[in-house]
């Protein structure tokens, strides 16, 4: 089997939350069946209000294309035997935040477009994935020193701020903060 045959292509969409289930459960299909992962970030065009935020992570990975999206000429060409696309098998959607059992039993090549946001799509993989997530690997020289005041704080808070859907409304953060 070719290594092209071996690919599990991931459609990256959303915020950074979304990004990392897509990924993790990419992941794990790569992980089961030995093959190769691309990210496919086009969803996010030219926008400067939406990113591809795993690079933060040092998830640079090479890039793979929509197959829906590639045009029929592509399509086309491939069906002929002109030109390889090794995504144009296998789609899995998962756009609800219902578990499918069948996410299981995928094969490669593949190609993930959803938001897959159960832990039961990469369950037996956590090990791995926390390797790939680890925040100390974003540590700076202010790191342990802010741990250091956040641990001996009596009420310790934070914020997150987020940058999509909730920036434009105040009022969400006037309810956390009366919270």
């Not at 020289?141 to 802010?146: D, K, N």
């Not at 250091?148 to 997150?160: G, M, Q």
Request: proline content about 6%; overall charge positive.
């Amino acid at each position: 089997m070719s290594v092209e045959s071996r690919l599990v292509g991931v459609k990256l969409q959303g915020g950074l939350g979304n990004q990392l289930f897509q990924f993790a459960a990419g992941l794990s299909i790569a992980e089961r069946l030995h093959a190769g992962i691309r990210l496919d970030g086009s969803a996010y065009g030219r926008d400067p209000e939406r990113r591809m935020a795993l690079g933060e992570f040092g998830l640079m990975l090479p890039p793979c294309r929509d197959p829906r999206t590639a045009g029929r000429l592509r399509r086309l060409g491939a069906r002929l035997g002109l030109m390889s696309d090794p995504f144009l098998s296998a789609t899995i959607v998962g756009d609800t935040p219902k578990f499918d059992a069948a996410f299981h039993g995928a094969a490669t090549p593949c190609y993930l477009d959803g938001f897959f946001q159960s832990w039961r799509y990469f369950e037996g993989h956590e090990v791995s994935i926390r390797a790939k997530f680890d925040p100390a690997r974003l540590s700076t020289p202010g790191t342990v020193p802010m741990e250091d005041r956040i641990r001996s704080a009596a009420n310790p808070v934070a914020v997150h701020v987020r940058r999509g859907d909730y920036a434009r409304s105040a009022e969400h953060y006037r309810e956390a903060l009366a919270l």
